[in-house]
């Protein structure tokens, strides 16, 4: 599956871009045509993907507001941004520390309300009519056993999306949220490896299997796209129809 979108002179940052659907996300988006800004924590890779697709590397630790707000204060207006930055730290709910909980949602709420802010606000100032798309979780949409810091930052992210839609609308700025199912990028292919453990959570999904990579990278780059020109502050699952219940 590899559905074609032309985003030929737009400009178009990435977070989390270092590994995983990020990376993905910032190749398709950059093959698409668009000059695209990765950002991420780990330089050797961000020069890997400029080597590979000429982006321009941005490396930044999106959970420092600071260092954010100085990175983002010297960047232009985008046409395309997609929040995929992201952390997990299980813990049983009984054994939760406030530590994990504030980690968490600094980065995958906090950071990716600043990065959406910021940029907007640019966009706005710039009148661009773009699209800022935020990596959810169907965790966002039902209760998982020892993600409660996880399922409450994602279920913020959508908070997010769905304020930020209501105010960068009139700029004709349009935000969503995806919502994935787990999603065999490398790292969850080793984690997900025994049958034993995977077998359980892909009963409770009606295709019977987890996501491939670039099916959770084309909704995103859909709602990126003319083609979503009428869609704000959705929250897309993309999860086999896991959360229909």
Same mark, same amino acid.
């Given at each position: 599956?590899?559905?074609?979108?032309?985003?030929?002179? =737009?400009?178009?940052?990435?977070?989390? *871009?270092?590994?995983?659907? !990020?990376?993905? %996300?910032? &190749?398709?988006?950059?093959? #698409?045509?668009?000059?695209?800004?990765?950002?991420?924590?780990q330089?050797?890779?961000l020069?890997?993907?400029?080597?590979?697709?000429?982006?321009?590397?941005?490396?930044?630790?999106v959970?420092?507001?600071q260092?954010?707000?100085?990175?983002?204060?010297?960047?232009?207006?985008?046409d395309?941004?997609?929040?995929?930055?992201?952390?997990?730290?299980?813990?049983?709910?009984?054994?939760?520390?406030?530590?994990?909980?504030?980690?968490?949602?600094?980065?995958?709420?906090r950071?990716?309300?600043?990065?959406?802010? =910021?940029?907007g606000?640019?966009?706005? *100032?710039?009148?661009?009519? !773009?699209?800022? %798309?935020? &990596?959810?979780?169907?965790? #966002?949409?039902?209760?998982?056993?020892?993600?409660?810091?996880?399922?409450?930052?994602?279920?913020?992210l959508?908070?997010?999306?769905?304020?930020?839609?209501?105010?960068?609308?009139?700029?004709?700025?349009?935000?969503?949220?995806?919502?994935?199912?787990?999603?065999?990028?490398?790292?969850?292919?080793?984690?997900w490896?025994?049958?034993?453990?995977?077998?359980a959570?892909?009963?409770?999904?009606?295709?019977?299997?987890?996501?491939?990579?670039?099916?959770?990278?084309?909704?995103?780059?859909?709602?990126?796209?003319e083609?979503?020109?009428?869609?704000?502050?959705?929250?897309?699952?993309?999860?086999?129809?896991?959360?229909?219940?």
């Amino acid at each position: 599956m590899n559905p074609s979108f032309d985003f030929t002179g =737009r400009r178009a940052l990435v977070t989390g *871009a270092s590994s995983g659907i !990020g990376r993905a %996300v910032a &190749v398709r988006i950059a093959q #698409a045509g668009a000059q695209v800004t990765a950002v991420g924590r780990q330089e050797a890779a961000l020069q890997k993907l400029q080597e590979e697709t000429g982006c321009n590397p941005l490396v930044l630790d999106v959970a420092d507001p600071q260092a954010l707000d100085q990175a983002f204060a010297e960047l232009p207006a985008f046409d395309l941004v997609v929040n995929c930055a992201g952390i997990a730290l299980l813990e049983p709910a009984l054994e939760l520390q406030a530590w994990s909980f504030d980690a968490v949602m600094a980065v995958n709420a906090r950071a990716a309300a600043l990065v959406a802010a =910021r940029c907007g606000k640019t966009m706005a *100032a710039a009148g661009v009519r !773009g699209s800022i %798309v935020n &990596v959810s979780s169907q965790a #966002a949409l039902v209760a998982l056993d020892d993600h409660l810091c996880y399922c409450a930052s994602k279920a913020a992210l959508d908070a997010i999306t769905r304020s930020l839609c209501l105010e960068l609308g009139p700029h004709g700025i349009r935000v969503n949220s995806v919502n994935p199912t787990v999603t065999l990028t490398p790292m969850a292919e080793q984690a997900w490896a025994d049958p034993a453990k995977s077998a359980a959570a892909i009963a409770g999904i009606p295709l019977g299997r987890f996501a491939r990579v670039e099916e959770v990278v084309a909704p995103i780059l859909f709602l990126l796209s003319e083609g979503a020109s009428m869609i704000s502050g959705a929250s897309l699952p993309v999860d086999g129809g896991y959360t229909i219940a």
